[in-house]
């Protein structure tokens, strides 16, 4: 899998966030995203997935570099996992589960039953997302991207929300879950990140 960025630029109203990057993004590698705060990190997460257009350039999605991918299709490819990103509130974890199946089958080897051992979350099975703690839908947040059969992982600032055994969670799970994939990481905490290969840094905002 392969993700192009062709001269990519975002603004809000008159207000660049950031412009004239360009990018190539290869399967089996690891790419964190550093920048300080307001730099765009999240805002280039969201255009790398789909979820947000760009404001001028052009992503471009392709297997081996050759077969194009569609825009409009490239959800199916992508695991993400962010701090907006919301869950269903009146949903149980299992019917949460069941619903996201729907659109992304699991990894081989991975059952729900496996899934909800994984997060720790086996007594939490009928239990409703509301009556979660922020690390609780943290976790299925991650867990659902990590455990997804697609070839891109997109993760933003993933251990928010995480105490310190949830933190560790994270690291022993990503680094479980990395072969094979294009992942992108959007962090300025470098425990977050210190197993990426490659560093992309969003500097100054453009004028």
Sequence with gaps: MQIIADNLGRRFNREWIFRNLNLKLFSDQTYAVIGPNGSGKSTLLQVLSGMMPCSEGK???????????????????????????????EFTLEEQVNFHLKFKKFKEGITKDIFFEKLLLKNAVNKEIRFFSSGMKQRVKLGLA??????????????????????????????????????VICSNQRHEYDFCEQVIELKNKPI
């Design 146 to 183: 990590l455990y997804s059969n697609t070839s891109i992982l997109l993760l933003d600032e993933p251990t928010t929300n995480l105490d310190a055994q949830g933190t560790d969670w994270y690291l022993q799970e990503i680094k479980k879950n990395l072969s094979k994939r294009l992942v």
């Design 59 to 89: 992503v471009s999605y392709s297997i081996t570099g050759k077969m194009l991918i569609h825009p409009d299709d490239i959800y199916k490819s992508i695991s993400i996992a962010t701090p907006y990103q919301e869950l269903i509130e």
